[in-house]
């Protein structure tokens, strides 16, 4: 057998310069004559030791098998994962929560072995016309109780439609060590959190996902823009930079100068009295009529917040537009005013392509 050159796999300066003496010993060795492991085993180790060093002592030894290292023992990664492929096409919801089942089980029993619970589940579907659907459980407390997971399962089950039949189904097990979480003073935990996070699924299911969850501002100036994200189950506190205040993302408010009925010529001007927007949930719809573009009589649908938004302006603040996303779809554009009615009614009103609407009252 001849002797090939050892490439050492380069990930620290201890192995290159290893790998680099190596090849200097066996350069040594080719012109020696030594080409086979037979022959460097021949050699005499004390002085093949005193010509090439403790490296080449090393080789001498390997050759003859002398050379021991303790094994390390290096286990692969191991996947929590259970799939099954139908021999019939499944159009029913029984078959699939059979094999559920079955796999909630055998992945509890194989995390139970090694002490780990599962922090999450990945169920994909894969339908008969090679299109798969995924879905990504949050588990708000680790666990291998099967009637636990299932449920969860079974309840996402409950509402799932699809237009082609179901040909294999995938269940994957995120694994996690149990850990016990230790709270403030004033901090308490769920007295169940998993009930609780059945009953958020079930009303996903009866109401959609848009509409269950944490609203949450959307990057943008359009008035009480917001999107729903689903719950977090780790709370996190927001990282705030060294030197920058926290963003402020509150309803606007504008200045009046004066009383608190006083005029609203200023509204928009920076006042040192500041007074707040009650902002109506949702948009009052109004009818306004406008005299050379200035709103001068108000009149809403509804009477709101106790107070009657309806009579001939007495002051008017504007127009003030605003408008966003015109590079895309979402292209909105509104123009608002500030009016001060004559029963002594200060309110804000807009116009965009729905109309006329109240946006509030100042207080």
């Given at each position: 057998?001849?002797?090939?050159?050892?490439?050492?796999?380069?990930?620290t300066?201890k192995?290159?310069?290893?790998?680099?003496?190596?090849?200097?010993?066996?350069?040594?060795l080719?012109?020696?004559?030594?080409?086979t492991?037979?022959?460097?085993?021949?050699l005499r180790?004390d002085?093949?030791?005193?010509?090439?060093?403790m490296?080449a002592?090393?080789?001498w030894?390997?050759?003859?098998?002398r050379a021991?290292?303790?094994?390390?023992?290096?286990?692969?990664?191991?996947?929590?994962i259970?799939s099954?492929?139908f021999?019939?096409e499944?159009?029913?919801?029984?078959?699939?929560?059979?094999?559920?089942?079955?796999?909630?089980?055998?992945?509890?029993?194989?995390?139970?072995?090694?002490?780990?619970?599962?922090?999450?589940?990945?169920?994909?579907?894969?339908?008969?016309?090679?299109?798969?659907?995924?879905?990504?459980?949050?588990?708000?407390?680790?666990?291998n109780?099967?009637?636990?997971?299932?449920?969860?399962?079974?309840?996402?089950?409950?509402n799932?439609?699809?237009k082609?039949?179901?040909?294999?189904?995938?269940?994957?097990?995120?694994?996690?060590?149990?850990?016990?979480q230790?709270?403030?003073l004033?901090?308490t935990?769920l007295?169940?959190p998993?009930?609780l996070?059945?009953?958020?699924?079930?009303?996903?299911?009866?109401?959609?996902a848009d509409?269950v969850?944490?609203?949450v501002?959307?990057?943008?100036?359009?008035?009480?823009?917001?999107?729903?994200?689903?719950?977090?189950?780790e709370f996190?506190?927001?990282?705030?930079?060294?030197g920058?205040?926290?963003?402020c993302?509150?309803?606007?408010?504008?200045?009046?100068?004066?009383?608190?009925?006083g005029?609203?010529?200023?509204a928009?001007d920076?006042?040192k009295?500041?007074i707040?927007?009650?902002?109506?949930?949702?948009?009052?719809?109004a009818?306004?009529?406008?005299?050379?573009?200035?709103?001068?009589?108000v009149?809403?649908?509804?009477?709101?917040?106790?107070?009657a938004?309806e009579?001939t302006?007495?002051?008017?603040?504007?127009?003030?537009?605003?408008?966003?996303?015109?590079?895309?779809?979402?292209?909105?554009?509104?123009?608002?005013?500030?009016?001060?009615?004559?029963?002594?009614?200060?309110?804000?009103?807009?116009?965009?392509?729905?109309g006329?609407a109240?946006?509030?009252?100042y207080?």
């Amino acid at each position: 057998m001849s002797i090939a050159p050892v490439v050492l796999p380069a990930r620290t300066a201890k192995q290159i310069e290893r790998a680099k003496e190596t090849e200097r010993i066996l350069s040594i060795l080719h012109q020696w004559g030594i080409h086979t492991l037979g022959q460097l085993a021949a050699l005499r180790r004390d002085e093949l030791a005193a010509r090439l060093g403790m490296r080449a002592f090393e080789l001498w030894e390997r050759a003859n098998g002398r050379a021991e290292r303790i094994l390390k023992l290096v286990s692969p990664p191991e996947s929590f994962i259970e799939s099954f492929e139908f021999e019939n096409e499944i159009e029913t919801a029984e078959p699939l929560l059979f094999i559920l089942r079955r796999f909630l089980q055998q992945l509890a029993t194989r995390l139970n072995a090694i002490y780990l619970v599962a922090k999450e589940l990945r169920l994909r579907i894969t339908f008969a016309d090679k299109s798969q659907y995924e879905r990504i459980f949050k588990i708000p407390q680790p666990t291998n109780n099967e009637d636990i997971l299932f449920r969860m399962l079974h309840t996402h089950l409950e509402n799932f439609t699809s237009k082609h039949p179901i040909v294999a189904i995938e269940l994957e097990a995120q694994p996690s060590r149990s850990v016990r979480q230790q709270f403030g003073l004033f901090e308490t935990v769920l007295r169940d959190p998993v009930q609780l996070h059945e009953t958020l699924a079930r009303l996903v299911g009866l109401l959609g996902a848009d509409r269950v969850g944490t609203p949450v501002l959307e990057e943008t100036h359009r008035p009480d823009a917001f999107r729903m994200e689903p719950f977090a189950w780790e709370f996190r506190q927001p990282e705030q930079k060294l030197g920058q205040p926290e963003r402020c993302r509150g309803i606007p408010m504008r200045n009046l100068k004066g009383n608190m009925a006083g005029s609203v010529d200023s509204a928009r001007d920076d006042g040192k009295q500041r007074i707040p927007l009650r902002r109506f949930r949702k948009r009052t719809k109004a009818t306004v009529l406008l005299e050379n573009n200035r709103p001068t009589h108000v009149r809403a649908a509804e009477v709101r917040a106790g107070l009657a938004v309806e009579g001939t302006t007495m002051r008017q603040h504007g127009p003030f537009p605003i408008s966003g996303n015109w590079w895309d779809e979402h292209a909105w554009a509104r123009v608002e005013w500030d009016v001060e009615i004559e029963n002594g009614v200060i309110a804000r009103c807009h116009c965009d392509q729905d109309g006329w609407a109240i946006d509030g009252i100042y207080d």
